[in-house]
């Protein structure tokens, strides 16, 4: 064990520290002269949405879509767009389908709760795995994924696709020009009665569309969260049975704020699904209205109508040669990184404090008191340890200094 380990983390009865390796499977980098192999897991909505982007990819093929439900996979093929259906295989556990058929890569749509265990599954057979977001159901899951890609050395990739809007990037280089910020906020305002699960779901805004403005927030400003306060509201015409309408202001670090607002209870005046955007900095502010070019500015007038020459530029750019974007651009950086040997953006690494910002403001929304990040964080240590069935995998999540210290390491 790591001399510098956590005094408070329980001992590892007669375990022995071992050195990761990675199992038998996929070889890596992968090779560039053919689109890359891929099966999807989930044949839902989103696993239906997944494999029409990857029959349109120019960088992967559908070899196989996987789903406990008999005729599940076979719906998902037929509305794909692929040319032969029957030449997609199918079955009902996506690993087992990847192996057979030589898969280079999982893409794991499932409902969160089968997110670890497929993707755990998945990483020891040596494939590696473009995930949806959540990462997994839970936070000490989640440290727990983080353990076995390190045990094994397989890539795992969140698919946290607003960071690949054009716009996101542009503010993010802004920021990086004439930052740092003090101020960021994100306002959400969508009318929406969603069916199915959401409707009793505890905190039902957060946990869908909150971290993809944590994300973006995290991204935009290259800062992390220190702690948050959130509040939640049910008011009487709300169809769920718990708060879609929540405020949740976050402390980063260095002393900047980041504050969202976010409701599916409000009618008229509705908001793009990314929100609408304003960010104040020592050098400059902007705003982005959550779809068209955002507005930057300075106290410098000529530094300023550069800014809105560059981003009509870009703007018209776009237009004539559109960028990928969303899921579609979450595949393309997942293969490019195979086959360029690095490590993706949005690894699992990357994204967890993301995912933590969700459960803080959960926590803060349900105790009604202001959440520190680290402590939660090695909280939910203590509860993954706990629950690590894996001796080798619990013996990695023992040696962290820290959650926080661990998140650097890929």
């Not at 800062?223 to 405020?247: E, F, I, Q």
């Not at 995912?355 to 349900?366: G, I, L, R, T």
Request: with cysteine.
């Amino acid at each position: 064990m790591r001399s510098d380990a956590r005094s408070d983390i329980p001992p590892d009865d007669g375990a022995s520290t071992r050195t990761a390796t990675r199992p038998g499977g996929v070889a890596l980098p992968l090779p560039a002269d053919r689109p890359a192999r891929v099966v999807v897991v989930g044949a839902g909505l989103m696993g239906s949405w997944w494999a029409r982007e990857i029959v349109a990819s120019d960088v992967a093929e559908l070899v196989g879509v996987a789903d406990l439900v008999e005729g599940a996979p076979e719906k998902v093929i037929a509305q794909s767009g692929v040319e032969d259906p029957a030449a997609i295989a199918t079955g009902a556990d996506g690993v087992e389908l990847a192996l057979a058929t030589g898969a280079d890569l999982l893409v794991n749509p499932t409902v969160p709760l089968a997110h670890h265990p497929v993707t755990v599954k998945a990483l020891h057979a040596g494939i590696p795995v473009l995930g949806e977001k959540p990462v997994t159901e839970t936070l000490p899951e989640a440290l727990s994924l983080m353990a076995h890609t390190e045990l094994t050395g397989v890539p795992v990739m969140v698919s946290q696709s607003r960071r690949f809007f054009p716009q996101v990037r542009r503010l993010r280089d802004f920021v990086a020009e004439h930052g740092p910020t003090v101020m960021t906020s994100a306002f959400f305002s969508l009318f929406v009665e969603h069916e199915g699960f959401r409707r009793s779901q505890d905190h039902p805004l957060l946990r869908d569309m909150g971290i993809h403005a944590f994300d973006a927030a995290r991204f935009i400003t290259g800062t992390d969260p220190v702690a948050v306060t959130a509040v939640g509201a049910r008011p009487k015409w709300s169809v769920y049975a718990h708060d879609a309408t929540v405020t949740a202001t976050f402390e980063m670090e260095g002393g900047a704020l980041f504050a969202y607002h976010g409701t599916w209870n409000a009618r008229g005046l509705p908001t793009w699904w990314n929100g609408e955007w304003r960010i104040g900095a020592q050098h400059g502010s902007a705003t982005w209205d959550g779809t068209g070019a955002p507005v930057l500015g300075t106290e410098d007038e000529e530094v300023t109508a550069r800014l809105q020459a560059e981003t009509e530029v870009e703007r018209v750019a776009a237009e004539a040669a559109p960028e990928k974007d969303q899921i579609a651009a979450s595949l393309v950086e997942f293969v490019s990184a195979l086959r360029e040997g690095r490590t993706p953006m949005c690894e699992v690494h990357e994204n967890l404090l993301s995912f933590a910002m969700v459960e803080a403001a959960v926590a803060s929304v349900d105790s009604g008191t202001r959440i520190e990040i680290d402590p939660l964080l090695e909280q939910a240590r203590l509860e993954a340890i706990a629950a690590e069935t894996d001796d080798d995998a619990r013996e990695i999540l023992r040696s962290w200094p820290s959650v926080r210290e661990a998140l650097s390491r890929p």
